[in-house]
């Protein structure tokens, strides 16, 4: 499907054959998180989809965006661009809402910016049809209750801390945490100031560490005083961050991706307890 389809035709695509659906790993994923990726897949399959992974991705870019790097970063896009146009897919989909924050936002401005119009166009059709893990489970594919439709499972406390640019750029609402509460077995502990940053902010955590640190401890605060056995996400980056900071406390809380919990089953379950490979 060349062209970019919207919600309400990608709903009616899927009610009458399974979805192509590209998988878009991100750096990180990839890099330190691919159980994330695996968890993604199983789900996506479990519904009867088929996932595919355009060959050749790498970066969105937002790393040089936000460091100021413009011309490094359009390389990046550029790649990213050529990959996802290569493949014949009906909508992609990545377990970040940052990364996908970067492909619908920052890489058309970034095209725009030096005047390519063909990269500019390329880059706002393949940011149309990219969506937030959540988004395509709960808009598309009309999941609402996890327990009953994926068969999730995880008899364990778990708190959730929504990540800012799904909040503030992708506007996710209550759609992960939500997810999260239909999961069967599942102990919900809210978290206190939920809606504040956990101080990683990509290269902001290196550059500015001290404000960084701050934040993370009020994060980790929060945090422990639910006292649940898991802080989940639904971004890797935010819960690398939280997780090492809730490790160098000494605490016993982990940190799992959303993915990681709704691909839980009673078959199949995640034990937090247990040491993860990645």
């Excluded at 897949?41 to 991705?57: C, D, K, N, S």
């Excluded at 970066?59 to 996802?84: D, L, P, T, W, Y």
């Excluded at 001290?210 to 996400?233: F, H, P, Q, Y």
């Amino acid at each position: 499907m060349n062209e970019t389809p919207t919600i309400d035709e990608l709903k009616a695509v899927a009610s009458r054959r399974p979805l192509r659906i590209a998988l878009f790993a991100t750096c990180i994923v990839d890099a330190m998180y691919p159980r994330v990726a695996h968890a993604t897949v199983a789900i996506l399959e479990r519904l009867g989809h088929t996932v595919v992974f355009p060959g050749g991705q790498a970066c969105c870019g937002q790393m040089h965006v936000n460091s100021g790097h413009f011309a490094e970063g359009k390389r990046v896009i550029e790649n990213h661009v050529r990959a996802f146009t290569d493949e014949e897919y009906d909508v992609a989909v990545a377990p970040s809402g940052s990364c996908v924050a970067s492909v619908k936002h920052q890489q058309p401005m970034i095209a725009e910016r030096f005047g390519d119009t063909d990269l500019a166009e390329k880059a706002t059709c393949i940011g149309a049809k990219t969506l937030e893990l959540s988004q395509l489970l709960v808009d598309v594919l009309g999941i609402t209750d996890a327990a009953a439709q994926l068969g999730s499972y995880f008899p364990h406390s778990l708190t959730y801390h929504p990540s800012c640019h799904g909040m503030r750029l992708l506007r996710l609402g209550d759609r992960q945490e939500s997810l999260l509460k239909s999961v069967e077995g599942i102990d919900y502990r809210p978290l206190g100031e939920s809606d504040q940053c956990c101080g990683f902010g990509g290269t902001f955590s290196v550059k500015n560490s001290d404000v960084s640190s701050a934040m993370l401890a009020d994060k980790t605060a929060r945090i422990t005083e639910t006292g649940a056995d898991v802080c989940s996400g639904g971004d890797a980056s935010c819960l690398m961050h939280i997780g090492g900071g809730l490790s160098r406390q000494g605490e016993r809380t982990h940190t799992f991706h959303v993915a990681e919990i709704l691909a839980s089953t009673r078959e199949n379950p995640l034990n937090p307890h247990e040491e993860v490979n990645a």
